[in-house]
């Protein structure tokens, strides 16, 4: 799907994950980088540097992974949706979107109940607290989830009618 092409939610999921994964990709370059020149310059390293690239990390992960979802690239089995007449793919699509979209909402409400016990856990030297990388996660299931809803709106939205030629009109698999 062209960026022209896409909607107003995806443009806008896709702008912030591509923000995150630069802003984690630049910032564990640089400080991998400083921490590198200072070990062989100087025979030192930043004390700091090892838990900044570990906290950035999965967030980079979880950016990873939304993106993979709009641009559909995870692995799908479609089959069962190729199988089966087109006037009922269009209720088992949007039925499917939404009971995928409800997972990912009860992971994304899972672990923000989860926020508090993981917050006393904290990195050894920079005290950051262990919710902070737990709420990427809770970030990243949260925006599957909305992203799953908006596929179950496009399939609802979409013709029962096939074009000879043409893609399927429900969206590929987000997972």
Do not use: K
Not at 68 to 76: R, T
Not at 133 to 159: D, E, I, K, N, P
């Amino acid at each position: 799907m062209n960026a022209v092409e896409r909607n107003p939610v995806e443009r806008g999921v896709v702008g912030l994950c591509r923000g995150v994964l630069w802003l984690s990709t630049a910032t564990i370059f640089v400080i991998l980088v400083a921490n590198t020149v200072l070990r062989y310059a100087r025979g030192s390293s930043l004390q700091w540097a090892n838990e900044v690239p570990e906290l950035l990390f999965p967030w980079l992960v979880m950016a990873g992974v939304v993106m993979a979802a709009v641009h559909s690239a995870h692995i799908a089995t479609t089959f069962l949706m190729e199988a089966v007449p087109a006037a009922v793919r269009r209720g088992v699509g949007v039925v499917s979107w939404l009971v995928v979209a409800g997972l990912y909402g009860t992971l994304a409400i899972a672990t923000f109940r989860m926020l508090d016990i993981v917050h006393d856990e904290t990195s050894p030297i920079l005290q950051v607290p262990g919710s902070l990388t737990y709420a990427c996660v809770m970030a990243g299931m949260a925006l599957l989830a909305l992203l799953a809803l908006q596929s179950a709106w496009q399939v609802w939205r979409s013709s029962t009618e096939p074009v000879p030629n043409a893609e399927p009109s429900v969206p590929t698999a987000h997972w």
